[in-house]
């Protein structure tokens, strides 16, 4: 039964790495808090992006006082 559900998940998560790849998140050389949630909700997401769902992540990081 864990096999099973081992199994289950790693296919959840590669099928939502091949949609991550397909909407170009790979491929930006951009790198920030926002980009690297999105790919990594994206991920997570797994078979629920082709049924719609288009995860995206905005957050600030804060700036330290001046």
Do not use: D, H, K
């Amino acid at each position: 039964m864990v096999r099973l559900l081992s199994l289950v998940v790693l296919i959840w998560l590669v099928i939502g790495a091949v949609a991550a790849g397909q909407r170009g998140y790979f491929e930006s050389s951009e790198q920030n808090c926002s980009s690297l949630a999105t790919v990594a909700i994206t991920v997570v997401a797994g078979p629920l992006n082709y049924a719609g769902v288009n995860p995206a992540v905005e957050c600030e990081v804060p700036q330290p006082t001046q």
